[in-house]
């Protein structure tokens, strides 16, 4: 794995997001797909792939806790590109299980509870989502957060075993925005209310002007250990 994904860094090296897409969708037909959450990154990458090959999977992970923005973010991204995003929903007798042993909002009182819900809730479907993908594509960026030292493109993906790719990986806050103005990729609103990152409702808040991009995700946490598990560190740590 270490040796292709060094192979594949050097032929996309140079390559801008669209190209990197346009190359793994044509190299790994049917193969390919983009775990969207509906944040800004994740749009600007659909609309990517809506130009290339409408067929290529797109999901997204409904856990049961989002934002109604971001419903209608999906459904409005639905009706523009004509293509259906996938939804994956946690099983459901997991999620009882939880809520029953631990409470509603379990996820304030512990890191381990706080894990154990991402666990069941996006962990698991993701795990499904990915089970006949071998390229999974992300809208991670370098500027993002502390706990992701993001170096290259292409990435194996030490939890999983896949291939990862980062088209987005050095775009900074500034083109992501401004991609979305220039093609009017639809959005979800509360990008204008202060999220920059939007998770689910119980764990996300605004942030303030200047304050890191991700500072309104599990705030009640230290840095170093906003992980919800969807991406593993480089060390595997
Ligand atoms: S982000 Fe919060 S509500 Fe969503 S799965 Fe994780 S702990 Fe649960």
């Known amino acids: 794995m270490e040796q292709l994904v060094k192979e594949l860094n ?7 997001a669209e190209q990197v897409l346009e190359f793994f969708i044509k190299d790994y037909p049917g193969k390919l797909a983009l775990g969207s959450s509906l944040g800004a990154e994740d749009q600007v990458l659909t609309d990517m792939i809506a130009r290339i090959d409408k067929s290529t999977k797109i999901f997204t992970l409904d856990t049961g806790r989002v934002f109604p923005e971001t419903y209608a973010a999906m459904a409005e991204t639905n009706k523009k590109y004509g293509i259906n995003i996938d939804v994956y929903f946690p099983n459901a007798q997991s999620v009882e299980e939880l809520v029953n042993e631990k409470g509603i909002n379990l996820f304030y009182e512990s890191i381990e509870n706080r894990k154990a819900c991402c666990h069941v809730r996006k962990i698991e479907p993701l ?35 896949k291939i990862k790719i980062n088209p987005l990986l050095d775009w900074t806050e500034q083109e992501l925005w ?60």
């Not at 990915?130 to 030292?149: A, F, N, Y």
């Not at 401004?178 to 689910?200: A, M, Q, T």
């Open 10 to 16: 050097e032929k996309v090296r140079g390559f801008s």
């Open 127 to 161: 795990q499904r989502a990915m089970i006949d993908v071998d390229v999974w594509v992300t809208g991670l960026r370098k500027e993002q957060s502390i706990t992701r030292i993001l170096t290259e493109v292409v990435e194996a993906d030490t939890l999983s075993g």
């Open 178 to 237: 401004h991609y979305i103005k220039k093609f009017e990729v639809p959005y979800n609103k509360l990008h204008d209310r202060g999220f920059p990152s939007i998770g689910c409702q119980p764990c996300t808040r605004a942030v303030e002007p200047g304050e890191d991009i991700r500072a309104g995700r599990w705030w009640w946490e230290t840095p170093e250990q906003k992980e919800c598990g969807l991406h593993s560190r480089r060390n595997g740590k």
